[in-house]
């Protein structure tokens, strides 16, 4: 059976949309949830006819916790992806469903939300993604894959993004695919 697989986005969504034209893994994309009302990543999963959602932050972040478990939970993910999710996961949410993450940062470099920011201001020559298994810190958990990215001279955030984001994609279809063997599924 294909491993059932919810994506968690906030932006554009572009490794959203790699993964859901990943054909060749055996996964089912059972749902998109958003933070974010406007977020492209809900226009490309109505598009794919992919069940999708968005779960605001309103007042109480203590609700939001127990909001993004429960519609997560309805779906029976048995893998979770989190790409370009500007949102830190309550503790319950990880220990519950199996997360992964992907960061464009050679981990444990330039954790946190400015990481390619933070990576130039650092004079780096070279730097990159990662994808780690989420757990209870911020951008911590168990580095699974990485790929190096060069910073070229002139390289400014949004020129270094992008080239990191190029590879992100494939690394991200990639690494899914190295995992699923591990997971367990529903039956
Ligand atoms: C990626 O750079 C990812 O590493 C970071 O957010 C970005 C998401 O890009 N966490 P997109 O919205 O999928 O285009």
Known sequence: MACRLVILASGTGTIAQAIIDAHELDIEVVAVLSDQVASQVLERARTAGIPNECIPVGNSRN???SEIIEKTAAF?????????FMR???PDFVHRF????IHPSLLPDFPGAHAVRDALAAGVLTTGSTVHWVDAG???????TQMQVPV??????ITLHERI???ERGL???TIALILPTLEQHV
């Open 63 to 65: 609700q939001w916790n």
């Open 76 to 84: 029976e993910p048995d893998l979770v992806v989190s790409a370009g």
């Open 88 to 90: 830190i996961l309550p």
């Open 98 to 101: 199996p997360t992964i993450n």
């Open 138 to 144: 911020v951008d911590t958990g168990p580095i699974i």
């Open 152 to 157: 070229l001279p002139g390289d400014d955030e």
């Open 165 to 167: 984001k190029k590879i």
């Open 172 to 174: 991200m279809v990639t």
